[in-house]
Nanobody, 121 residues
């Protein structure tokens, strides 16, 4: 069992940056693949990025590639999503998830409650 709590969301102007955090409970954090997804109003949940158990491999969705970076710090049981060059279309609720490698929601067993990111133009 893993519990995930996101933080760091907020309001930012276009072109700005935010760093989201996802703190995981439990001693099995290192055994899970960690993913980030987002969901805008009226839209399906969208894959943002994923990092493997060792932190050595990351994959990003096309819409965020080159702007967002995922990292994980094992000593803090935390995974981060650094978001740069933000655009209004990045506005969404952002979720972290723990599970198996994949870019679809079905690959993940545990989800956080989400944190709102709003990018103004």
């Amino acid at each position: 069992q893993v519990q995930l709590v996101e933080s760091g969301g907020g309001l930012v102007q276009a072109g700005g940056s935010l760093r989201l955090s996802c703190a995981a409970s439990g001693r099995t954090f290192s055994s899970y693949v960690m993913g980030w997804f987002r969901q805008a109003p009226g839209k399906e949940r969208e894959f943002v990025g994923v990092v493997n158990q060792s932190g050595s491999r990351t994959v990003y969705g096309d819409s965020v590639k080159g702007r967002f970076t995922i990292s994980r710090v094992y000593a803090k049981n935390t995974v981060y999503l650094q978001m740069n060059s933000l655009k209004p279309e990045d506005t969404a609720v952002y979720y972290c998830a723990a599970g198996d490698w994949g870019m679809d929601v079905d690959s993940y067993d545990y989800w956080g409650q989400g944190t709102q990111v709003t990018v103004s133009s």
